[in-house]
């Protein structure tokens, strides 16, 4: 029996600016999932993500996070639902890359030596260790986004969210990036990304969800639903340009 991570009861956010907004959104993450939330652009997959850790605020609707409010303790939240934005220039501020790292440890108040251990450990896994003493705006966009991803493993989350993370990288990194996503997920991250581009992840995700004008359309396993995708303005991904991807 899957254990529920995360919880969205009737979330609604509706934006008064005419942006895309949600819509009586009702979805469980468990704790092994990689779920891929497809749709085209402007759909509102990332108003709906930026909900699970109360980045937004819904107009109705709760979300809970191991069966809890997260709006009781959104620094709780913060820490166990890491976030990798699409322009991870967005969420980098320090001014080498392993201060970057440790500032959300720093934050939290931890003992020095643990936060370097941590820091250390954050570093090996992302292969970002020759480039500690960098300056994050000295780095290539896929360096950034290994950057963005380790400052939130140091946290120790249990679940990431990737926000169109294969948008502005080569082909090369995008590859790099999978086999990451691929890597901490069988680590024991629960991960929800978001794309309009399927192919990619098509493959390792176990269960996607199908967005379009702020509700969820289509929800079941992946390869099952790639044929309705092009009803929805996303890619079908089994294509003979889109076996490329396949790891």
């Known amino acids: 029996m899957e254990t529920v991570l995360l919880r969205t009861d009737h979330l609604t956010h509706a934006f008064g600016s005419g942006d895309t907004g949600i819509f009586d959104i009702c979805l469980t993450v468990a704790r092994d999932d990689f779920i891929v939330l497809a749709g085209k652009n402007g759909c509102g997959k990332t108003t709906l993500i930026r909900h699970f850790n109360?980045?937004?605020?819904?107009?109705?609707?709760?979300?809970l996070l191991n069966g809890q409010d997260i709006q009781k303790?959104?620094?709780?939240?913060r820490k166990k639902i890491g976030m990798v934005f699409q322009d991870p220039d967005t969420q980098i501020i320090a001014d080498s890359v392993f201060d970057e790292i440790a500032f959300g440890p720093e934050n939290l108040n931890m003992d020095r030596e643990?936060?370097?251990?941590?820091?250390?450990?954050?570093?090996?896994?992302?292969d970002l260790s020759h480039?500690?003493?960098?300056?994050?705006?000295?780095?290539?966009?896929?360096?950034?986004?290994?950057?963005?991803?380790a400052g939130i493993l140091v946290m120790e989350p249990d679940l990431i969210i990737f926000d169109e993370p294969?948008?502005?990288l080569d082909y090369p990194s995008i590859l790099s990036?999978?086999?990451?996503?691929?890597?901490?997920?069988?680590?024991?991250?629960?991960?929800v990304m978001t794309t309009h581009d399927?192919?990619?992840?098509?493959t390792l995700a176990t269960k996607m969800m199908v967005m379009d004008k702020g509700r969820i359309k289509?929800?079941?396993?992946p390869v099952s639903l790639a044929p309705c995708l092009e009803s929805y303005g996303v890619k079908n991904p089994f294509t003979p340009m889109a076996q490329a991807w396949a790891l």
């Open 54 to 63: 109360g980045l937004l605020m819904p107009d109705n609707g709760r979300i």
């Open 73 to 77: 303790d959104l620094t709780l939240a």
């Open 114 to 126: 643990e936060i370097n251990d941590k820091v250390s450990i954050a570093l090996n896994m992302l």
């Open 131 to 149: 480039l500690r003493d960098r300056n994050p705006a000295t780095l290539s966009g896929g360096e950034k986004r290994r950057l963005a991803i």
């Open 166 to 168: 294969f948008a502005n």
């Open 177 to 191: 990036l999978v086999k990451l996503c691929q890597k901490l997920h069988q680590s024991g991250h629960a991960i």
């Open 198 to 202: 399927v192919a990619p992840v098509i």
């Open 218 to 221: 289509a929800e079941g396993d």
